[in-house]
Every structure is written in structure tokens, then in C-alpha cells.
């Protein structure tokens, strides 16, 4: 009976402990696989906090829209100086700058912007998406020459696992310029551009007066003598540059010049 009896609870014990492991398995798994959390919206006002020229660090992730924002501004303001040069940029969440279709927030009439890059501006940095999205990208470069989210890409830039939708781009009025929503001009040698969707995008040149050399939903143009490699990307929507002095108009690279691989 003894004997019986200390079977028994261990048995007993047995499948307590194994309900208990099966029970928290359970959780960790539905933890695990629950929703991702709210994307992040911007607020309007880059937020360059994160990040401190004079001591950078080798490794940022950006979880606030405003920090991603921020990115951008650090570069325009410093006119070039912080290229992120050996330093990797990472998103940490989903990012919408404006909700819903370009021509939904050009509707609305409350537009938040995000700082063009200038292509002389190069990029030189790793940013990696962690495969989440980023919608309602607005640029307006009206008043400026060559504009795009990263500007120029310079030697060794990397842009991967990043999915773009529902940006939009209003071209300059100036004339012989180049225009893209990932990047204006690639200028350096070894860029990577990889897993990068860009999707349901609108561009266009309001002035509707101007002429492009160069024209593309990633990457405006390829400088004479650089090198980019695209991997694995995919880009749709509409664009509409439709003065008759534009050159090349593509959904990937606009124009590549002489000596450039692509």
C-alpha cells in the first residue's frame, strides 16, 4: 500500500509539473506570437536627441518616429558633416509619418514633413529596417535642387529590410536634377540597397516646367564611375514627370552614367 501510495503521488507529481511546463510553453509561445505593438506617429518635430556627434556610438535603434525624423535633420543641419560613416541605424517599430495614401494626406491638409537629404549629402552608414514599415514619407523639394529620404549614397552605404509605403515626392523647380524617394543619386562605390520594398508611391513636379536627368522610385541616378548593387527589391506606384526635357524615368534607378555598374 505504501508503495502504491508514493506511486501514485509521483505520478501525481508528474503531471503537475508537466501541465505547469505545458501552461507557461503555452504563454510563451502566445507572448511570443501576440500583435506587434502600435506603430509609431510623428509628431511633427525631429527628435536628434539619440544621437551625439562628438561621441557616437557604433550602434542606434530608432523607436520613435521622431527619432527617425531626427535622422534626417542631423544631416541637412550639420550641411554634410555626419555621414554615419561605420555606424549602423536600425528601426525598432513601424513608423507612419502621414497615415493613409499620399493622396489622402495631401487632401487633409495637415502634412508632416521629412527633411529632403541633399545629394551632395552622402549617406555612408548602414541602416537596417528590421523588415518594418514606414508610410506617408512626404518630400518636398520644391525650393531645392536634388532631394531624396537618404540624399546621396556614399561609399560602402547600406539600406536593407526596409518597406516604404505611400510616400510622396513633389520634384524641384529648378531644371537638370535628379529625384528619388529612397535616394537621389548613389555617388560612391559598393552601396547596397537590399530587401527594400517601396510601395504605392506618388511622385511628381508640380511646377510641371522642369526637365530631370534622371528620375526613379529608388535611386534618381547613378553617378559616372560608381557602383550599386540592388537585391531582391520591388517598387510601385505613380510617376509623373511629364515635361519632355526629362531624360530617364525608371521604377528602380532613373539614369546611370558612363563607367557606372548597377
Not at 544621437?51 to 527619432?67: G, H, R, V
Not at 564611375?225 to 537585391?231: D, V
Request: hydrophobic residues 35%; neutral net charge; aromatic residues 6%.
Amino acid at each position: 500500500k505504501a508503495t502504491t501510495a508514493k506511486a501514485t503521488t509521483a505520478a501525481t507529481t508528474k503531471a503537475t509539473t508537466a501541465a505547469t511546463t505545458a501552461a507557461t510553453t503555452a504563454a510563451t509561445t502566445a507572448a511570443t506570437t501576440a500583435a506587434p505593438s502600435a506603430p509609431s506617429v510623428y509628431s511633427g518635430t525631429p527628435d536628434t536627441s539619440w544621437f551625439d556627434k562628438d561621441n557616437p556610438k557604433a550602434e542606434y535603434t530608432l523607436t520613435t518616429a521622431d527619432q527617425f525624423a531626427g535622422m534626417a535633420k542631423l544631416r541637412q543641419d550639420s550641411k554634410g558633416a555626419i555621414t554615419f560613416e561605420g555606424i549602423t541605424i536600425k528601426l525598432g517599430k513601424d513608423m507612419i509619418i502621414n497615415a493613409g495614401t499620399a493622396e489622402q494626406y495631401l487632401a487633409s491638409g495637415t502634412i508632416r514633413e521629412i527633411t529632403g537629404i541633399g545629394s551632395s549629402y552622402k549617406f555612408k552608414g548602414t541602416f537596417d529596417g528590421q523588415n518594418h514599415t514606414v508610410n506617408g514619407v512626404y518630400i518636398n523639394a520644391t525650393s531645392s535642387c536634388v532631394r531624396g529620404l537618404f540624399g546621396g549614397l556614399g561609399d560602402n552605404a547600406v539600406i536593407k529590410n526596409l518597406k516604404l509605403t505611400n510616400a510622396y515626392f513633389d520634384g524641384p523647380e529648378a531644371s537638370k536634377h535628379t529625384a528619388g524617394i529612397l535616394a537621389a543619386r548613389a555617388n560612391g562605390t559598393n552601396i547596397l540597397i537590399s530587401n527594400v520594398i517601396v510601395e504605392n508611391v506618388l511622385m511628381e513636379e508640380s511646377a510641371n516646367e522642369n526637365t530631370f536627368y534622371g528620375v526613379g522610385i529608388l535611386v534618381g541616378k547613378v553617378d559616372e564611375n560608381m557602383s550599386l548593387t540592388i537585391e531582391n527589391c520591388s517598387t510601385s506606384g505613380t510617376v509623373d514627370f511629364t515635361n519632355k526635357g526629362t531624360k530617364a524615368i525608371a521604377g528602380m534607378v532613373g539614369f546611370t552614367s558612363k563607367g557606372s555598374t548597377l
